[in-house]
T-cell receptor, first 113, second 112 residues
Framework: DVKVTQSSRYLVKRTGEKVFLECVQD?????MFWYRQDPGLGLRLIYF???????EKGDIPEGYSVSREKKERFSLILESASTNQTSMYLC????????????FGQGTRLTVV | AQTVTQSQPEMSVQEAETVTLSCTYD???????LFWYKQPPSRQMILVIR??????QNATENRFSVNFQKAAKSFSLKISDSQLGDAAMYFC?????????FGKGTRLHILP
């Protein structure tokens, strides 16, 4: 079974803190993605990667950065957390083929207070 | 830029009945894939069905089928014989190259 594992299910951080969300996949997938999910807004793409050290901005990259030092790991970084970044964050991975499906982690619910 | 639109935020269907969820998308590409994903309450997102844009034939997976109208850029999901376990958020998604874009989702309620 494909496994995409996010390091935390729930996270509470203070405004201004640097936050790391970690995601690991075990299927040797080239593509990895970070989305945020908010009620009424669906899934919005923050960043994606197609190879080690390669990254591309998605539709809402402001306030976020990413790191992909190893193929299996894709980290989302909030340099200075703000309350408007309170959300559910979903990591996904897939093979780098047009029709490849994405496999998702269980999500991290981040609350910034 | 590609966009995916789901115009029905919520829908309800009686158990054992059929329901259709709508999705439209915008793209200038000719080769791409479309997907429907299901997110059950407090559970992980999983793939329901996929459709290649070059294929005329509509995809089916057991009780799930799609109506793909390429010229109209429409991709609806039909669920037949609805079951309580079908209650979930359903997301339509578009894939071209390395990017996967999702719609806002439709919450489906199943009435016993």
């Amino acid at each position: 079974d494909v496994k995409v594992t996010q390091s935390s299910r729930y996270l509470v951080k203070r405004t201004g803190e640097k936050v790391f969300l970690e995601c690991v996949q075990d299927m040797d997938h080239e593509n990895m993605f970070w989305y945020r999910q908010d009620p009424g807004l669906g899934l919005r793409l923050i960043y994606f990667s197609y190879d080690v050290k390669m990254k591309e901005k998605g539709d809402i990259p402001e306030g976020y950065s990413v790191s992909r030092e190893k193929k299996e790991r894709f980290s989302l970084i909030l340099e200075s957390a703000s309350t408007n970044q309170t959300s559910m964050y979903l990591c996904a991975s897939s093979f780098r083929r047009l029709g490849a499906e994405a496999f998702f982690g269980q999500g991290t619910r981040l609350t910034v207070v | 830029a590609q966009t995916v639109t789901q115009s029905q935020p919520e829908m309800s269907v009686q158990e054992a009945e059929t329901v259709t969820l709508s999705c439209t998308y915008d793209t200038s590409e000719s080769d791409y894939y479309l997907f429907w994903y299901k997110q059950p309450p407090s559970r992980q997102m999983i793939l329901v069905i996929r459709q290649e844009a070059y294929k005329q034939q509509n995809a089916t997976e057991n009780r799930f089928s799609v109506n793909f109208q390429k010229a109209a850029k429409s991709f609806s999901l039909k669920i037949s014989d609805s079951q309580l376990g079908d209650a979930a958020m359903y997301f339509c998604a578009y894939r071209r190259d390395d990017k996967i874009i999702f719609g806002k989702g439709t919450r489906l309620h199943i009435l016993p």
